[in-house]
């Protein structure tokens, strides 16, 4: 299939930056966009080899996607979801084919705080499709380094502290996602086109796992013997909201420790029948974290 721009959000982020290595191992031949801002790190495109276009600006700023977007045929956009609707009216406007939004499994958050945002702006996209063609890609939690913001914080606590405190039972199932594995879902759903145009897909890691099974195998990498203080649930939001009353400067909301209860798993058949999606286990892909981790700490 020849495709004629491709234009990339994001592309220097966590995930983005596993597409590019796809891009490069698959030899991409068409000509490729990207937006980068002024403070981007900018050296695996550079290095590419491949036939990519800097293009420096901020996706909050229609008038430079408008102008940016000229002669572009499809979209990925990884970026964040609050910039959706903006890149989706400079694409309409420059009649581009199909825009691949990666947005988030937040939006089946029971919690309307965490939801109600992705949901609005999604649903007001999803209606655009006698306009564009649009896939959304809705990835669960982010892992697979110090990149991803959320697991490399765990790694350190259970590394630096003996004992976790646990907000319920933390029987809550979670499954996490390795960026690698979505940077490789992006570019399997720009090449399949026949099946992925005007689909939607969630994109989570191989199997749910509790979350208390989830910190014992982060421990474990760790080679620690983490003590579990399990804090029963009612105490918890109790002591969470005292805690807000007291401080304006809390780390952690009422709602949040509701929030840890909610399972946060996810099918993926769909991905997995469209475009052989096939993600790694989160035991194997936190061990690469850990090394990492370990790596940088100058451990090992
Ligand atoms: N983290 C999670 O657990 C999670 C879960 C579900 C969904 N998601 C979503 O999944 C997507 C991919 O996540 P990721 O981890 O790859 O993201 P990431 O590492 O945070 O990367 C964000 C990318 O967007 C660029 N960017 C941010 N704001 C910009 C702006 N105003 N103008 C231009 N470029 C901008 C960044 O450029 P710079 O290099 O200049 O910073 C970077 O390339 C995101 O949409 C994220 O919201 C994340």
Known sequence: MVIRVLYITGITGHTGTWLLKRLVKEKYQGPIRCVVRQGSNTSLIDQSGLNIEKVYGDLDDLAFLKESMKGVETIIHISWIMHSPKVVEAAIENDV????????????????????????????????????????????????????????KLIDFLNRFRAFPLFGKGENLMQPVHARDLGNAYYDVLMNPDVTMNNNYNLSGKNPITYKKLIETVSAKLNKKTILISLPLRFSVVSARIYNKITSKAIISEEQVLRMQEDKAFSYEKAKRDFGYNPIDFEEGIQEEVQLYLKAKGKR
Do not use: C, Q
């Not at 691949?100 to 209606?127: C, M, N, P, Q």
């Open 97 to 152: 084919k199909w825009a691949i939004l990666v947005h988030t499994t937040g939006r089946f958050s029971k919690y309307k705080s965490a939801s109600e945002e992705y949901i609005k702006i999604e649903d007001s996209l999803l209606v655009l499709k006698d306009k564009i063609n649009l896939t959304v890609l809705r990835p669960t939690m982010i892992y697979g380094s110090a990149a991803d913001r959320n697991m490399i």
